[in-house]
């Protein structure tokens, strides 16, 4: 089974400022099958990225995905108070599992 | 537009039997995977396992095989999960997701199941 890391824990970031976070995978996968959600409390996750680099219908253009082999990252230029939210990557090759979350709060 | 429609919450005792279901509307449900995620309280996503409606075919998890059963009845477009003796421990938030067409991500979630077990 393929573990996902996710780094940091939590960023603590104003509104306006650049989030990176990352995911690291225990062994090689295809980016094709790495992608990225969103979730509010309360509410289920969303599609933000899939294929590792493609934004979903509707994610806001100011979200890109990266990343190749074992490392891969999730970039928020210039955040909007909507994206204070907790991020999963999540591979789906011949096993799927999720990253543990990085949580986006206000600083 | 597609939807996935949970059952509503339940509230059980540990060694009941439960079942809870996930419906789909707005697409052809028979030619998409179906996944289920756990939320424990408070805690991270974890992939318990998929079925595929049009033949039925099942993906476990490891650490979830066995300890859950999954599947699908495509005449009513219907997804279930099911349990034969519930633990305090599976108090969770349960969701399905839709792997859709773009790289089988899962691209349309339903709104969740909350299950308590509780004496």
């Known amino acids: 089974e393929v573990l996902l890391t996710q780094s940091p824990g939590t960023l603590s970031l104003s509104p306006g400022e650049r989030a990176t976070l990352s995911c690291r995978a225990s062994r090689t996968i295809s980016a094709s099958y790495l992608s990225w959600y969103q979730q509010t409390p309360g509410q289920p996750p969303r599609l933000l990225i899939y294929?590792?680099?493609t934004r979903a219908a509707g994610t806001p253009d100011r979200f890109s995905g990266s990343g190749s082999g074992t490392d891969f990252t999730l970039t928020i230029t210039k955040l909007q108070p909507e994206d204070f939210a907790v991020y999963y990557c999540h591979q789906y090759g011949t096993s799927l599992t999720f990253g543990g979350g990085t949580k986006v709060q206000i600083k | 537009e597609v939807q996935l429609v949970q059952s509503g919450a339940e509230v059980k005792k540990p060694g009941e039997s439960l079942k809870i279901f996930c419906k789909g509307a707005g697409y052809s449900f028979s030619n998409y995977w179906i996944g289920w995620v756990r939320q424990m309280p408070g805690k991270g996503l974890e992939w318990m396992g998929s079925?595929?409606?049009?033949?039925?075919?099942?993906s476990y998890s490891p650490s979830f095989q066995g300890q859950v059963t999954i599947s699908a009845d495509k005449s009513i477009n219907a997804a279930f999960l099911q349990w034969s003796s519930l633990k305090a421990s599976d108090t969770a938030v349960y969701y399905c997701a839709r792997r859709g067409d773009a790289a089988m991500a899962l691209d349309y979630w339903g709104h969740g199941t909350q299950v308590t077990v509780s004496s």
């Open positions: 294929g590792a680099s």
């Open positions: 079925i595929y409606p049009g033949d039925s075919a099942i």
